[in-house]
């Protein structure tokens, strides 16, 4: 099976921004808030589908129940594409959310999958932050206070953030992305989100929009603490080619790649799903030879044969895929 590519899902929500095309080249429309790209989702409705090639005008769910073992090598068998891809303009604060785990998202909505994620900062502009995890020592009790007194951001960690950082968010964070970023975001396949605090903002119809407090708070890893920005892990270094481990958990897998010259994605008989963060290039596989540019999403498939990635130039890949004992 070729490396694929599928039609962006393209999320319009209060906070988002233009970046996602002016930037990504996404194919927007004339309104302001264009907020997310859907890259690679298996979610109920929001199906990815195949852009072109042989395949195209399949859902990233039919490839998966009819072409299990060629996509997903070694983890076929599975009954949904275990990860959800996304690109994210942020041109005001997020609300603050908490994420349940597998556990915990299996009592709220029977089958549905937890949300551990991971940001990486592609642009910021000066001074932006992101909320990430509770400032150390603080209560259940306390959060609660805070809600009623509306003081919540002092009980938040907050951490400037620059491109390129990483900020890895497990289940159970508390945590909001702030204005002024565009970050591509790798998560397990859920679209479970629990609203803790909203900023006093009203929603497009004139209301506050909806809070789960209580759900929130039972999510809520109190001994958590602050979160900062991963310290990338050095994986190999060359002339032409630096990858870093970015996250490691039972989820997924995140490395990024910067390469100068040529990258070969690996052929080890699971999936890679690539973000390209900047620059620009071809991907190579058989006789096949296609350009490559920043927001591009790529998937390619477990049983792929050998392909490669140039550059003229200068390239930096997301790689995203799950571990062994995914």
Known sequence: MSPLYFQPLLKQIRWGGRRLGS????????EPDYA????????GADQSVVADGPLAGRTLHELVREHDQALLGKHAGIPQFPLLLKFLDCRDVLSVQVHPNDAQAN??????????????????????QVFAGLKSGVTRGELQRALVDGSVQECLH?????????IFIPAGTVHAIGPGILLAEVQQMSDLTFRLYDWGRLGTDGKPRDLHIDESLACTDFSRGPVTPVEPQPIERS????TDNLVTCPH??????????????????????LM???????????????????GQSILVPASCDEC???????LTLLDAFLPDAA
């Open 107 to 128: 009592e709220y909505q029977p089958g549905a999958n937890g949300k551990t994620e991971a940001w990486v900062v592609i642009d910021a502009e000066p001074e932006s």
């Open 276 to 294: 390209v963060l900047d620059g620009e290039g071809c991907l190579s596989c058989g006789h096949q030879t296609r350009p490559v540019s920043k």
């Open 308 to 314: 490669s990635i140039t550059t003229p130039d200068s």
């Open 23 to 30: 930037v990504l080249g996404k194919p927007i429309g004339p």
């Open 158 to 166: 907050a951490v400037e953030v620059q491109p390129g950082d990483c």
């Open 252 to 273: 997924f897998a995140l490395q990024r790649h910067e390469v100068t010259s040529t990258y070969e994605p690996q052929i080890d008989g699971r999936f890679h799903a």
């Open 239 to 242: 002339e032409t080619h630096r």
């Open 36 to 43: 997310e790209s859907w890259e690679l989702a298996d979610h």
